[in-house]
Each structure stands twice: as structure tokens, then as C-alpha cells.
């Protein structure tokens, strides 16, 4: 691994501390946390950690930087060129940025830096376009030639961003950007687990004209920093990705301001193969759909289920590609997948890979590192039920399960059966099935031969308890501002 071609990559750790109004500060007790490699389990970094007065400090600056206006006020073009350029300087810098999400994510350097900076670079540049088309509406209410009605979009506010471990720099900007976009001010809270990119983000964001306070980044953990933020009375809208069950905390958490919420939580999404479907597209594209980023994706394709007639070949299929799958250090060109992002969460999934064993069947995988790094093999269940845990719970790794179905009533049926509804996955080659599948199908997203497509412009969310509200797309822009009605009395 020493000798690889990518692992020159791997870049030098800047600086670690909070970005409060512009500038790099140590927390207010001094204390800091650990991050470390998931390749080697060793620590890289001691980051600043952010606690609840590092978070008013925070807040206080976003405050005035809402109120005096520097961002609010400035020219909708000047506002889109600062984030057109926070775009620009992300693409600039993809070297040291895609090095830093696998140092401290582990991911493989090329998907990070040839797959999540240029998506999140897009997000800067599709949403710099929407500061320039905040419009309003006319409303021709029911007093002809009295009134003058109208709307206007204007940005909510502070708001909190608290993003996931699993695309540090995607999700941040999947929120930064529209509340950029919007004219609103940000405090960005990372996962405890990766906060480098963030950090990185929040002084490219200065470097790009972003002015001092607008865009603040803390580190810290979900329990004191992240609390903190959501239950803060001077937060006015609060956007989170992560577990459900952290999500159920911080709704109420912020029942006291009565803050605005945007919920992007679990999945156990299905992945359906029909009896028609294109095997060879199916099978590469369901393995992808799941393998990718480690499993580690909300949207993860991991309930998969094979119309009978094909289930055998699409067992044999999505385990050949499992065993072919290289799993090693995002630093080797050679890893598809790199190991999972933290000792926590590889002892979640190692559970979870003991637990398939026992109900149901290994067809591939189910072998992990125990010391060292967190890596797992990629793992593919059979033999087991629609009330399996494994089948139910979201195991948020490359572990999959198979299921056979007989017709299209029943595999609708079981694949909405769960309590998630983020996203499903069709392979058919019959287009009166694909619509029929997509309109009855519970998820925010279905995508038909093809998974995991992501694009700025459109949105992404949950039904369900998978979460509120959307990310990207214009859509995601209802959730950044508010919309003031104003109606001028012009005649009797
Ligand atoms: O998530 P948390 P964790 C799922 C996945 C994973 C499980 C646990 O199944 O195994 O969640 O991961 C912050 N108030 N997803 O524990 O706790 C925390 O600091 C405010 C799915 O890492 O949801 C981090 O910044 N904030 C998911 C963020 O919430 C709090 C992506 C996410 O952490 C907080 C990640 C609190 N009380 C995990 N507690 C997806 N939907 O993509 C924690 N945080």
C-alpha cells in the first residue's frame, strides 16, 4: 500500500481551530478532541472542540452578521459570485480537500477527489444562480382594484447545519449552499468524527468574498456542541442529516424557539429487479448501489429484491462482485471501498454481519478486520425474512440482503413495508412497469435503471421517518427562506 500511486496524496493537516467571525480561535475552555485514520486506527489531529459557549460565540457572530448586513444586503450578483467562486476554489483545491475526506474518512482518495468536491462544487455553483431568483408572486386576491398583493422571499436567519460523517464536504454543502444562497448566515457543526473539509470550507468560503461571520464552522460532539445549536433561542432554523434517532432528539430540542426543521435521516432502501430487467445493467448497478462509499449512504440500495425467474443469477452476480471488490486504504488506487469511518461504527456493522450469519445465509463477505483497520469485506445475506433485523434495520455498511419475489403487487408491498422511505431502486425493461413502480413506490427518490444519482438540481429527502423537507434542488430553497405576504390597500 506504501507504494501506491495515490498515496502521495494524503495532505498536511492546516489548521485546526474554529472559524468564529472570520477567524481561527481555540474553544473558550481550551479543550480539544482526537481524529484519527480509519486505515490505521491512528489519531491524525487534535481539533478544537466546540461546546455550548463556543456555539453562542458562534451564533452571536452569525446574529450580527445577519442584522448589519454585510450578506443580506449585498447585490443578489455579488452574492452569487462570492458562491460561484466558493465553487471555483473548491475545484481548485480538490487535491488537498479529496485527501483530507479520506484521511479522515477513509474513502477512497479517487471517488473523493474526483466524486465528492466536484458534487459539492456543483452545489456552490447551482445554487449561486438561485440568489439572483428569490421572486415572489402577484396575487390577484378577492377585492378587485383595492389591494395590491404580493410576496416577497426573504433568507429566515441564523441557521444551524449539522452534517454526518459520511460526505463530510457533500452534505455541507448540499446546506451551506442554498442558505448561502438565500442571504441567510451559517453556524456549521461537522461530525466529531470528520470535521477537517468543513473547517477547510469555512476559509474558502472567506477567501471567496464570503464576509466574516456569515459562514461559522465549531466542531464538536452531537451531545454539547450539536445540542447546544438546536436548542439555541437565537437559531431560527436548524437542517440536520443523520440517524433518526438523533433527529427525534432534535426535534425536540427545538421546540423552545419553535425553530424551523429540515430532517434528512435513515434509509433501508430497496433495490427491486424485475423478471425483464437488463441482468448485466442490474447487477453491476445494485452492487454499486449499495458498495458504494463503503454502504455508508443514507440512500443505500440494501434490501434488494430478484424476481424469482432471475434471483439465482442475481445472488451469483451481486456476489461476484462483492468478492471483487477490493477493500484496502483510500490511498491505494487499487481500493474500491476503504474502511468504515470509526471504531464505533465498525463494531456496529461487525454486529450486524454476526447477526446475518445466524439469520441467513453468507453468499459473500462476511469477514472483517479486528485490529488495525475498520475494514469490512463486502457481505451479501440470502435465506433470510422480510422481519429479518438485518432486512429491517439500517446497518449503514457493505452488507446486503437478497430476497426472491413472485409478482409486482407483492414486491411493492414488501419493499414499502419499513419504516424509512428515502429512496428505491427499479430494474425493468418495461416502461408501463417503471412508472407504475415509481408512482407506488414511498420514497423521496426511485431511480429506474440506474441508483444512486445525485445531481444539485435535484431533490433529495425522505418520506417517512426518513425525514422533512428536501435537499437541493430549487425546491430546497422554500426550506432556506420565509415568505412574507404584503398587502397595500390602493382603492376603496
Ligand atoms: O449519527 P448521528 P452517528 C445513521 C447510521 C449510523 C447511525 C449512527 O445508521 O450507523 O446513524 O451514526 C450530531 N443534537 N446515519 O451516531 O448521531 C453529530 O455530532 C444535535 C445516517 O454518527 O445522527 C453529527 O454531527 N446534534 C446518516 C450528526 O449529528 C447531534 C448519516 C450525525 O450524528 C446530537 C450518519 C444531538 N443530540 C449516520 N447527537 C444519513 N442519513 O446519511 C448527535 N449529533
Redesign the pocket.
Known amino acids: 500500500m506504501t507504494n501506491s500511486p495515490v498515496s502521495e496524496h494524503a495532505p498536511k493537516i492546516g489548521d485546526t481551530r474554529l472559524l468564529i467571525d472570520g477567524e481561527r480561535v481555540d474553544s473558550a475552555d481550551g479543550a480539544t478532541f482526537a481524529v484519527y485514520n480509519p486505515a490505521t486506527g491512528e489519531e491524525i489531529a487534535q481539533v478544537a472542540e466546540g461546546k455550548s459557549e463556543d456555539i453562542d460565540r458562534a451564533v452571536k457572530a452569525a446574529r450580527r452578521a445577519f442584522e448589519s448586513g454585510p450578506w443580506r444586503d449585498m447585490k443578489p450578483k455579488d452574492r452569487a459570485a462570492a458562491i460561484w467562486r466558493l465553487g471555483e476554489l473548491l475545484v481548485e483545491n480538490k487535491e488537498e480537500l479529496g485527501g483530507l475526506e479520506t484521511l479522515d474518512n477513509g474513502k477512497p482518495f479517487l471517488q473523493a477527489r474526483d466524486g465528492d468536491v466536484p458534487t459539492a462544487a456543483g452545489l456552490f455553483h447551482y445554487m449561486s444562480g438561485w440568489a439572483t431568483k428569490l421572486e415572489g408572486t402577484t396575487i390577484p386576491i378577492s377585492f378587485p382594484g383595492q389591494f395590491h398583493t404580493f410576496t416577497r422571499r426573504e433568507a429566515v436567519g441564523v441557521v444551524g447545519l ?5 460526505f463530510p464536504l457533500t452534505i455541507s454543502a448540499w446546506k451551506v449552499a442554498p442558505a448561502l444562497a438565500a442571504g441567510n448566515t451559517v453556524v456549521l ?5 470528520t470535521p477537517l473539509t468543513a473547517l477547510r470550507l469555512g476559509d474558502l468560503a472567506l477567501e471567496a468574498g464570503i464576509p466574516p461571520g456569515v459562514l461559522n464552522v465549531v466542531p464538536g ?3 454539547d456542541a ?2 447546544a ?2 436548542a439555541h433561542p437565537d437559531v431560527d432554523k436548524v437542517s ?4 433518526t ?2 433527529g427525534r ?2 426535534m425536540q ?1 427545538a421546540t423552545g424557539n419553535i425553530k424551523k426543521l429540515t430532517l ?4 433501508k432502501s430497496p433495490d427491486i429487479i424485475m423478471g425483464d430487467a437488463n441482468l448485466e445493467a442490474a447487477i453491476a448497478g445494485a452492487a454499486d448501489g449499495i458498495f458504494y462509499n463503503q454502504g455508508e ?2 440512500a443505500a440500495g440494501s434490501r434488494i429484491y430478484a424476481h424469482r425467474s432471475v434471483y439465482d443469477e442475481v445472488v451469483a452476480g451481486i456476489s461476484a462482485a462483492a468478492n471483487g471488490i477490493n477493500v484496502g486504504d483510500g490511498f491505494d488506487a487499487s481500493s474500491f471501498i476503504g474502511p468504515l469511518v470509526s471504531k464505533e ?1 465498525h463494531a ?1 456493522v461487525r454486529s450486524y454481519v454476526d447477526l446475518g450469519r445466524e439469520e441467513g445465509t453468507v453468499a459473500a463477505g462476511g469477514e472483517y478486520a479486528t485490529d488495525g483497520g475498520y475494514f469490512v469485506n463486502p457481505t451479501v445475506f440470502t435465506d433470510v425474512t422480510d422481519q429479518s433485523r438485518v432486512v429491517r434495520e ?1 446497518i ?1 455498511g457493505p452488507v446486503v440482503s437478497i430476497m426472491p419475489f413472485d409478482d409486482t403487487d407483492e414486491v411493492i408491498r414488501r419493499a414499502n413495508d419499513t419504516r424509512y422511505g428515502l429512496s428505491a431502486g427499479v430494474w425493468t425493461e418495461s416502461i408501463s412497469t417503471a412508472h407504475r413502480m415509481a408512482e407506488a413506490l414511498r420514497a423521496g427518490t426511485v431511480w429506474v435503471n440506474c441508483y444512486g444519482v445525485f445531481d444539485a438540481a435535484m431533490p433529495f429527502g425522505g418520506y417517512k421517518e426518513s425525514g422533512w423537507g428536501r435537499e437541493m434542488g430549487g425546491i430546497v430553497l422554500n426550506d432556506y427562506t420565509e415568505t412574507k405576504t404584503v398587502c397595500i390597500k390602493i382603492g376603496d
Do not use: D, M, R, Y
Open positions: 449539522i452534517v454526518p460523517w459520511n457543526k461537522p461530525s466529531e468524527v460532539f452531537g451531545a450539536g445540542a445549536l438546536t440536520f442529516t443523520g440517524s434517532a438523533t432528539a432534535i430540542a434528512e435521516l435513515g434509509g449512504a443514507c461504527h456496529k439500517e449503514f
